[in-house]
């Protein structure tokens, strides 16, 4: 089975420069969550969606970020301007519905920014 | 909201011995506990979790403690071996995973060989 996918790997970018990151949950995962990682730090929720619909988002800082999940599958986290501290990794985790009450997160290798 | 807190933030041990990180969590209605393991440029990956019904859980070399009274887990690694070096974070979640994971600030540990 394949895991989540992440791309790109590596971004490095001048800050107020637009930047875009794309996910591909593992098959069959209704929930997709985007994860902001710090040097040092542990991840932290940017967002969650439930097929296509973003059910928590209150981490997300609007003035700059977007994020869409068109057809419940791929997702998008958009930055526009990128500030210097924004540099970090963006994490994308998917688990499954089973029906179970505990689902594990699978995540993604991350994407992690550069801001110059 | 729920916060976590673990220690110790580095953790360096000769292989072969056991090595043990600490958590505490603020929220008493949290319900899930995972541990993950984070290796250099990878995603972190889920090693062992526990559930808020249950007061110990192991898995080969790896075990975890909860004291639902006191707020604290543990996670416990005998016989380490090279491979376990590692960044290793908690997580707490008060929706049996499916919503917010919070996280520690995480562990580095070292196996000395």
């Known amino acids: 089975e394949a895991g989540v996918v992440q791309s790109p790997r590596y971004k490095i970018i001048e800050k107020k420069q637009p930047v875009a990151f794309w996910c591909n949950p593992i098959s069959g995962h209704n929930t997709l969550y985007w994860y902001l990682q710090n040097l040092g730090q542990g991840p932290e929720l940017l967002i969650r969606y439930e097929n296509e619909e973003a059910v928590d988002d209150s981490q997300l800082p609007k003035d700059r970020f977007s994020a869409e999940r068109l057809k419940g599958v791929d997702s998008t986290l958009k930055i526009q301007p990128a500030e210097l501290g924004d540099s970090a990794v963006y994490l994308c985790?998917?688990?499954?519905?089973?029906?179970?009450?505990?689902?594990?997160?699978?995540f993604g290798p991350g994407t992690r920014l550069t801001v110059l | 909201g729920e916060n976590v807190e673990q220690h110790p933030s580095t953790l360096s041990v000769q292989e072969g011995d056991s090595a043990v990180i600490k958590c505490t969590y603020s929220d008493s209605a949290s319900n899930y506990f995972p541990w993950y393991k984070q290796e250099l440029g990878k995603g972190p990956q889920l090693i062992i979790d526990?559930?808020?019904?249950?007061g110990e859980k192991k898995d080969q070399r790896i075990a975890v403690t909860l004291n639902k009274t006191a707020k604290h887990f543990s996670l416990h690694i005998t016989e380490t071996q090279p491979e376990d070096s590692a960044v290793y974070f908690c997580?707490?979640?008060?929706?049996?995973?499916?919503?917010?994971?919070?996280f520690g600030t995480g562990t580095r540990l070292t196996i000395i060989p």
């Open positions: 985790a998917s688990s499954p519905r089973t029906g179970g009450p505990y689902n594990e997160q699978f």
């Open positions: 526990i559930r808020s019904n249950v």
């Open positions: 997580a707490a979640s008060i929706s049996f995973g499916n919503e917010k994971l919070t």
